[in-house]
């Protein structure tokens, strides 16, 4: 009896999405079944036009039974797809054995406005005249509308210059936050699609908040707005087809209204402030009495740059209760949410009319336990909410997020009762994918510190930080922590997005902005390591995702990178010209420096082979061979420049540095014996140090990655484990809840690094954790087969823990890794390798026999297709299934 089982469906990667105006959406499956080793033979797939029945008549794809083990990323090959429809799929498989699935369960996508054409609405704004559109105030829009009976399905279309938030009769408008989210907004600006069937009755009202946001607001640190535009916009159309087959559009055009409302200022660094007693009871329900509402002015701009989502929508994820009420020395009153957490708070309060409380938001107290807003520069972080009175009144802001863990509170009527409050915290809405946990707790925390890292920094962009004046897309940050990115949670459609942002904003002579959106100006580009961002991330996503689209998608910019540092000075094969941040933050940095002791050429060249390493291979995946062979001997000629530059004629590194000596063998610079002895030295240095790092943002995330790789595992795993300063363990000792910018962010006498720079939430540290999934536990890919179609398994447990587990769910399924240390010495290894891939297992065993799989011999257990040993390796090639393995 079979019991093969086909769920999870997926069009590019999401859950039922809206408003996709991808030409051909790709859809991704996966499988399960008790047996082992179970492969798809075939699949089918049918695609029916706003029928979730299937009626022959409205099937636009039947891709009939495809012989085929594709699962993952299958493109739609039916009939030309149309603007605002409603397309239902469903998927059958076969296995190898030619069982069969049922029909999956049905699933859907929406296509979104698809050509200018396709809009009718009309930017609209308040009237100059009347209103100032450019006060600090959001503003409101309103429209009422008569819709007939019979309503069959409803599509809202939105999007803004600045941020909106939109009601429909009374109520929110899906459960999105910070819309159209932040794009490169001179190229590109997304739409947000809303099935709003179920809100619309034959009398409406539609509502609209519109606040400066990414667009107009203070964004950087030198105090500049308005860095794409200075008038907020609104652009609406809301699609109506009726049972009967008619259809009906309201669009957002000269008919509508504006007014002030109660938010008198909203800024993404500075908070929110709310006067209750501003508010127009109703104005998002039908019969409310507009008159004294000012008339709006249609705005142009252009249509042809507006795209559809491909990425999740920002939303509340979790929420958290303050976890204690804090009297300060200085008497201050503070509320500690006990984690660094990056949102905003809602409360309920209770006062006269015209009584004003303030929340003020901070990440750490000071040594003497004094709120301490030092590190934030010039963002304010600051809510302040007067109240109408006379009832009970909960707020939250609704433009402005904040990272924080402290919250101190002015003007709230004493005692605080901390249930009147709750943290809501705030990110993109990405999948959880990964989970990793072993016997020392400190490392358990530090992987929940580099989680809520990633929660409060994916915030529609990768960002360096969330509190302080930044928050930006810095390309570095974001290239260094991809792949650790990519164990916790699915990161595919997250940065599909901000990739194409990144080759929106890159030069025309390839250089790349310091950061995605670019809101620095056009002399902030193109430093080695941050620019390679470029190279790095399209072909992260594709290795771990299998993703090949997004390589063709990316190709022309990570070439455009690489011949952009090749057009650099006079020789073609070093950079050695040019502004650099450097080993950025690294310990070995001259006093009052940032930069660390690395030389700039030597990291520039390094980041040059290997994004021109990266773009030959991307040129082989994608069959491009005269370009792959092109790249390749570029690449070649670099590495051989590398070493004439910076090797002796006895394999001595010019850098002495621990983080060139990373480098040079992360990146394959050097081989044979040049390799033995940088290894050596490396290992050497980091001795030297009492085993710590003195590595920056360019070292520290493959620090381990090459001690581990190179016969130094054992002192990778000394100094991972450190506990003194400088170490990952020593954040976490020093009571750290998320990563921190500096390593003494907070120095053993309590004192701070100084105020200008020092982020506690900082996610690029945080880049240690992909050695924690891919050594520790061995979760690795297979670069020839994908995105974990081929799974490697290679658990370390001599790590210095008794157990270790981790976890990653895949485009195919769980991937598990487990082992545990018994007293006598044996190790059991747990695995779970998903359907549709196969893995290799590899671990040590001393002695014979070969150790039991399952309680079976190797060779005979179910699921096992190959066994091989040789010197105390045992490999086992397997299909999918769970497999318990007790090793000596
Ligand atoms: C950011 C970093 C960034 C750096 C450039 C800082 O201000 O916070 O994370 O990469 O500048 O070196």
Known sequence: MSTLHVAGLRCEYLQNPLGVTVKAPRFSWKLSSD??????????????KEDAGFAPSSLVWDSGVVASDQSVHVEYAGEPLEAMTRYYYRVQVWDRSHHSTDWSEVAHWEMGLLT???WQAEWITPDPAVLDPKSEAAFLLRKEFALQPGIRRAALFATSLGLYELQLNGAKVGDSLFTPGWTSYRHRLQVQAYDVTDQLKETNAIGATLANGWYKGNLGWQGKSELFGDTRALLLQLQVWYEDGSQEMLVSDASWRAAAGPILMSELYHGESYDARLEHPGWSLPGFDETRWASVASVSHPKDLLVGEQSERIRVTGQLKPVAVLRTPSGETVLDMGQNMVGRMRFTVEAPAGAKVTLQHAEVLDKEGNFYTGNLRSAKQTVTYVCKGGVEETYEPTFSFQGFRYVKLEGFPEPIDPERFVGSVIHTDMEPAGFFECSNELINKLQS???WGQRGNFLDVPTDCPQR????GWTGDAQVFIRTAAFNYGVAPFFTKWLKDLMADQRPDGGVPFVIPNVLGETSHSSAAWGDAAVICPWTIYLCYGDRRILEEQYDSMKSWVEYIRSQGDNELLWNTGFHFGDWLGLDAKENSYIGATPKDLIATAFYAYSTSLVAKTAVVLGHEQEAEQYGKLHERIVEEFAREFITPNGRLAGHTQTSHVLALMFDLVQGETKARLAATLASYVEEQKV???????GTPYLCHVLSSNGYHELAVKLMQQEDYPSWLYTVRQGATTIWEHWDGIKEDGSFWSDNMNSYNHYAYGAI???LYRVVCGIELDERLPGYKRIVLQ???NSGLTYARAALDSLYGVIRSEWSKAGDG??????EVPANTTALIRFSSTGTPTPLVNGRSASAADGVLSVNTFNNQVELEVGSGRYTIIAK
């Open 35 to 48: 047996l082992f080793h179970v492969l798809q033979g075939a699949y089918r797939i049918q695609v029916s």
């Open 116 to 118: 200018p054409e396709d």
């Open 449 to 451: 510190n580099i989680v």
């Open 469 to 472: 004046d930044e928050r930006l």
């Open 692 to 698: 710590h790092l003195t590595t920056g943002f360019v």
């Open 769 to 771: 954790g992909d050695w």
């Open 795 to 797: 658990p370390n447990p």
């Open 826 to 831: 044996s190790i059991t290894y747990s695995f």
